[in-house]
C-alpha cells in the first residue's frame, strides 16, 4: 500500500514562494513504476494535474498554466521504500490558490490525468492573497 503525506502549504502573498513536500511510504517496487504527481482542486473547480515525475525520474511535466514557475523533485534514499517529493512553486498569483495534492499511479505520466493515480494524500492548503 502506498501512503502520502503532504505538508508546507500556507498563506503567501501574490508573487510569493511556497515549496510542498510529500512524504511517501510504499513497497519497494512502487518507485521505479509508479508515476509520482501533484494535483490541485480549487473551490467549484475540476482536480487538475501541476506536475508530474516518470517513474525513472528522468521526465518531469508540467501543464502550461504553471510552465516556468512550478517544479517538481523528488528524493528516494537506498532503500526504495520512501521518497520524498517536492513541488517548488514561483510567481504565485491568487490563481493558483486552492487545495494541493500528491498522488502516486500508473498510466502515462504526461497526461497528468487525476482518474489514473490511484494512492492520494489527504491535501495542503495553499492560498495567495493579493
Known amino acids: 500500500r502506498v501512503q502520502l503525506v503532504e505538508s508546507g502549504g500556507g498563506t503567501v502573498q501574490d508573487g510569493g514562494s511556497l515549496r510542498l513536500s510529500c512524504a511517501v511510504s510504499a513497497p519497494a517496487d512502487t518507485f521505479g513504476s509508479y508515476c509520482m504527481g501533484w494535483f490541485r482542486q480549487a473551490p467549484g473547480k475540476e482536480r487538475e494535474g501541476v506536475a508530474a515525475?516518470?517513474?525513472?525520474?528522468?521526465?518531469?511535466?508540467?501543464?502550461?498554466s504553471v510552465k516556468g514557475r512550478f517544479t517538481m523533485s523528488q528524493d528516494i534514499p537506498q532503500d526504495n521504500t520512501k521518497n520524498t517529493l517536492y513541488l517548488e512553486m514561483n510567481s504565485l498569483t491568487p490563481e493558483d490558490t486552492a487545495m494541493y495534492y500528491c498522488?502516486?499511479?500508473?498510466?502515462?505520466?504526461?497526461?497528468?490525468?487525476?482518474?489514473?493515480?490511484?494512492?492520494w494524500g489527504q491535501g495542503t492548503q495553499v492560498t495567495v492573497s493579493s
Open positions: 498522488a502516486a499511479g500508473r498510466g502515462f505520466c504526461g497526461q497528468l490525468t487525476p482518474a489514473k493515480y490511484k494512492y
Open positions: 515525475i516518470s517513474p525513472d525520474g528522468q521526465s518531469t511535466y508540467y501543464p502550461d
